[in-house]
């Protein structure tokens, strides 16, 4: 009893345990145990899974598998093809689809001839056993008779009696022994035949590759680049996803082949027509896009698809892999500086189309708008048609550049007449009075007498949605921004758009994201020559390119925001496009600024005599406050509007360009500010002298502004 006691309490006195006791674990950590096991476990599965030893031992199984699967799946159809007249019917089919009735004709003759004979074929098995056994009779007698006549000739010969049955024992010995080797041999025959079948159905698999891309190997399953055949390219259109161009395809005698045109190089890629089966239209194959670049091997980007002018037909542009990510070189007005410009019948210099070719714009009488995402070099491909048309020196510019961040810089100083830079309301007013002087212009010639010649006169505005945009309002309450008709900068640019061309006074616009609020519809259908980068949706391609060219499949909202820079779709009769597609696609040269300050001092160099005015500062230096009371003469109170006219009968360069809102800007807050009077903006002579008497001595100097 004493032994199985256990002492509350340990004799200070006893030996020390050699070993501590191991405690029992806690009913309550065993979950946590399992919880933390098991997901140790799953953590090693997941990576046993996902290991590329894994993986590439899956594909090597599938691709194996796949290659028996696929071998019985052609010998199945082989032996089809062979036994029926299925082949015949595919080939009857395919000549009536393409309308080549002779040879439907000549088909249709080959299957009846085919059935003929398989009826012959069919009614002969019939009387095989018959004849079977009657041919096996006389067989048999016929060999009987033989070895016994052979037997008796070796008995006389050799005066032995047996030997007569000699022949028939020598062939019953050789059957003996036929079977004999038959019986060895069946066993691993019948082991062997079935895995002899699976390695000959494996061959035939392995030779049509019918397994799918994922299962071959690495260096296999990257086929990007891969050269563009008749039967990928056929292959590529029946795997769309298309139900009617997938049965039809499988319908032609030649698998799809007679859909495709001749392969032609074109540039740094392929381009093919193909001819759709009835029941498909163009449209289901542009809409899948995405699709048939993938089944290409290609990427969107590289793919491009265009209606010519044959029905049921799409041009595909195929692209070698990765060739448009390389650059297309300089432009030519930095490779040769003899370069010269013609408005009336040169062409510009501009890039390259997608086949390799040089892409020339003319841009005579036409007038030019350009649109796409920020920062897509939507300025620089403006701008270099500029810096060409420069070259021409009877052209004159007249520019405002609504950003102000020094992209036109360089026009500056004999280049262009009118530069404007600057992102403000008042940059954008004195762009819309530039716009109006366009106009002005333009009536002028309109009224000058027959047959006058004028030399051309290039408006340009870039970054123009912010002029759309603009809420600054004139002192006869006329917005310059908006779309409506009281609008100053809207109905300017659509009065050079409707008569402006006949008398070679044009206009080009940038602009950038377009909506129907910053890009309205009748200025957009204005432009002769629409160019447009990369958008960010189909619709606003609509707005920069029309309906027409959309459908026709220019599609800049596919193009790569950010790697397809310079990259633009052109819809225009100034440059060379396909015959019967609605646009083209171009790879501008890029001219980068310093460059572009350099063919700019050659233009220069051929100009003489222009001066530059800018929006900010006049060319003249004047005391505007001294000149305002000069003006007001000894009246009392004068109209804003006869003051500005006085002021231009003063010094037409100085205040020629003058609005309500730089007469605002020179009074304001010299307590002779423009007023009402009778409803009307006035200005009073005893306030201005005031003010020009109180003013400090420092500012009776001060610049026109």
């Known amino acids: 009893m004493t032994d199985n006691v256990v002492p509350l309490f340990k004799n200070p ?25 098991w997901r140790r476990t799953v953590r090693e599965l997941r990576a046993v899974v996902a290991h590329e030893r894994t993986r590439t031992a899956a594909r090597l199984v599938a691709r194996h598998g796949m290659y028996v699967i696929g071998g019985t799946r052609v010998m199945a159809k082989r032996t089809w093809d062979g036994r029926t007249g299925s082949r015949y019917e595919r080939m009857l089919r395919a000549a009536e689809a393409a309308g080549n009735w002779e040879e439907a004709k000549e088909w249709e003759d080959r299957l009846t001839r085919f059935r003929a004979a398989r009826h012959h074929r069919r009614m002969d098995l019939l009387k095989a056993p018959l004849d079977l056994a009657k041919s ?83 260096q296999q399953r990257d086929d990007a680049g891969a050269p563009i055949t008749p039967s990928i390219v056929v292959t590529a259109l029946r795997d769309l996803g298309i139900a009617p161009l997938r049965k039809a395809i499988k319908e032609m005698g030649d698998v799809g082949a007679a859909m495709l045109g001749p392969i032609r190089i074109a540039g740094c890629g392929v381009e093919v027509d193909v001819t759709l089966p009835s029941g498909v239209s163009t449209a289901e194959v542009q809409g899948r896009r995405r699709k048939l670049a993938e089944n290409l091997a290609r990427h969107e980007h590289e793919v491009f698809i265009t209606i010519p002018t044959a029905a049921r037909t799409v041009r595909l542009w195929i692209a070698d892999s990765g060739a448009l990510d390389e650059p297309i070189g300089p432009s030519p007005l930095m490779l040769d500086e003899t370069v010269t410009a013609n408005y009336k019948t040169g062409k510009a210099p501009w890039g390259q189309d997608l086949r390799g070719d040089a892409a020339t714009l003319s841009v005579f009488q036409r007038m030019l708008l350009i649109t796409g995402l920020s920062n897509q070099g939507k300025t620089a491909a403006l701008r270099a048609l500029a810096l060409w048309l420069a070259l021409d020196r009877t052209v004159e510019f007249r520019i405002a550049d609504l950003k102000g961040v020094g992209d036109w810089d360089m026009f500056d100083g004999g280049l262009a007449t009118t530069l404007i830079q600057g992102p403000t309301d ?39 949605q912010v002029a759309f945009m603009c809420p600054a309002i004139d002192d006869k309450k006329r917005p310059y921004g908006g779309s409506k008709a ?147 003469g000894t009246d009392a109170r004068v109209l804003t509007q006869d003051v500005l006219k006085r002021l231009t009968a003063l010094n037409e360069k ?40 109180n003013r400090p001595d420092e500012g009776s100097a001060s610049a026109a502004e």
């Open 13 to 37: 006195q006893s030996p020390p345990d050699t070993a501590p006791a191991a405690s029992p674990t806690l009913p309550s950590e065993a979950p946590a145990e399992r919880v933390r096991v």
């Open 486 to 632: 009281t609008s100053r900068y809207f109905m300017a640019v659509r009065k050079i758009h409707n008569q402006g061309r006949a008398v070679d006074v044009l206009l080009w616009e940038g602009t950038q994201d377009p909506t129907d609020q910053n890009l309205p519809k009748l200025v957009r259908e204005g432009a002769h020559t629409r160019i447009s980068l990369v958008l960010g949706t189909e619709s606003q391609a609509r707005m920069a390119l029309g309906d027409k060219a959309v459908d026709g499949g220019a599609a800049p909202h596919l193009l790569r925001q950010g790697l397809d820079k310079g990259t633009v779709v052109v819809a225009s009769d100034g440059i060379t496009i396909p015959a019967g597609q609605a646009s083209i696609t171009v790879r501008t040269h890029y001219i980068d600024t310093d460059q572009a300050a350099e063919v700019a001092q050659r233009a220069k160099a051929l100009r003489a005599g222009i001066t530059t005015t800018s929006a900010a500062e006049p060319q003249e230096q004047r005391d505007p406050l001294a000149d305002i009371l000069t003006v007001l």
């Open 426 to 464: 008042d940059h954008v007013i004195k762009a819309t009075e530039m716009v109006e002087g366009l106009v002005a212009e333009m009536e002028r010639r309109i009224q000058a007498p027959p047959g006058t010649v004028f030399t051309p006169l290039i408006g340009i505005v870039d970054e123009a």
């Open 136 to 218: 096996a009779a006389v067989g048999t007698g016929l060999t009987v008779g033989s070895l016994l006549a052979l037997g008796i000739v070796l008995a006389i010969a050799n005066k032995d009696i047996t030997d007569v049955i000699a022949p028939i024992a020598a062939v019953i010995d050789t059957i003996g022994w036929i079977v004999y080797i038959a019986t060895v041999v069946w066993g691993p025959a019948i082991v062997l035949g079935p895995w002899l079948g699976l390695l000959a159905l494996w061959g035939v698999g392995r030779h049509q590759q019918t397994a799918p891309q994922w299962t071959l190997p690495a």
């Open 654 to 693: 100085a205040y020629g360009g003058w609005s309500f809102i730089d007469l605002k800007r020179v009074l304001d807050g010299t307590g002779a500010e423009p007023y009402k009077s009778e409803g009307r903006m006035t200005l009073a002579r005893e306030r201005v002298a005031r003010a020009l008497t």
